[in-house]
T-cell receptor, first 115, second 110 residues
Framework: DTGVSQDPRHKITKRGQNVTFRCDPI?????LYWYRQTLGQGPEFLTY????????KSRLLSDRFSAERPKGSFSTLEIQRTEQGDSAMYLC?????????????FGQGTRLTVV | DAKTTQPPSMDCAEGRAANLPCNHS???????VYWYRQIHSQGPQYIIH???NNETNEMASLIITEDRKSSTLILPHATLRDTAVYYC???????????FGDGTTLTVKP
């Protein structure tokens, strides 16, 4: 399978704990995106990287959220001191960037439940 | 990014064409129209995109009006597996962020 891979698929955590999600993009894609989706809503943009550079962050990405893409390949999204409002599906996507930017391919998401 | 407006829900009979409309009256000259769909509990799936000409691929056709203020996604022979939420997005080709609305829930009925 050469698609976008996310791990874990499901995570249940207690309020106040830290969680980290991983995304492995399609190997030749230089752009990687993170979105969050709550029930009944469309995905909301969080941040994106071109190679290892984080080029844009949404105001939704509070200080408790941090994303990295250290070598321009996989990415991690960490949420510190989780709150119940963080419960959502976290989606990762990848694409080519630059003038040949094409459609984004999404992973299956990580469903986070904060109890 | 330009805002899009889609009906919240639509029904379609199996085997018939499904025509999903999208209004994007504030679209800029360099913005493309993209369509994605999301089947329950899965990540969004790319369908098609276009700038101003009509486009067709193995999944669907995209019809964009001459003034580019609206478009229609056509699934020529809808099946039960096409039941999903369909999102219309407009963005520049090199933009990073995509702004999703709430989409149209298409229900294909036997």
């Amino acid at each position: 399978d050469t698609g976008v891979s996310q791990d874990p698929r499901h995570k249940i955590t207690k309020r106040g704990q830290n969680v980290t999600f991983r995304c492995d993009p399609i190997s030749e894609h230089n752009r990687l995106y993170w979105y969050r989706q709550t029930l009944g809503q469309g995905p909301e943009f969080l941040t994106y990287f071109q190679n290892e550079a984080q080029l844009e962050k949404s105001r939704l990405l509070s200080d408790r959220f941090s994303a990295e893409r250290p070598k321009g390949s996989f990415s991690t999204l960490e949420i510190q001191r989780t709150e119940q409002g963080d419960s959502a599906m976290y989606l990762c996507a990848s694409s080519f960037g630059g003038q040949r930017n094409t459609e984004a391919f999404f992973g299956q998401g990580t469903r986070l439940t904060v109890v | 990014d330009a805002k899009t407006t889609q009906p919240p829900s639509m029904d379609c009979a199996e085997g018939r064409a499904a025509n999903l409309p999208c209004n994007h009256s504030t679209i800029s000259g360099n913005e493309y129209v993209y369509w994605y769909r999301q089947i329950h509990s899965q990540g969004p799936q790319y369908i098609i995109h276009g700038l101003k000409n009509n486009e067709t691929n193995e999944m669907a056709s995209l019809i964009i009006t001459e003034d580019r203020k609206s478009s229609t996604l056509i699934l020529p022979h809808a099946t039960l597996r096409d039941t999903a939420v369909y999102y219309c997005i407009v963005r520049a080709i090199n933009a990073g962020k995509s702004t999703f609305g709430d989409g149209t829930t298409l229900t294909v009925k036997p």
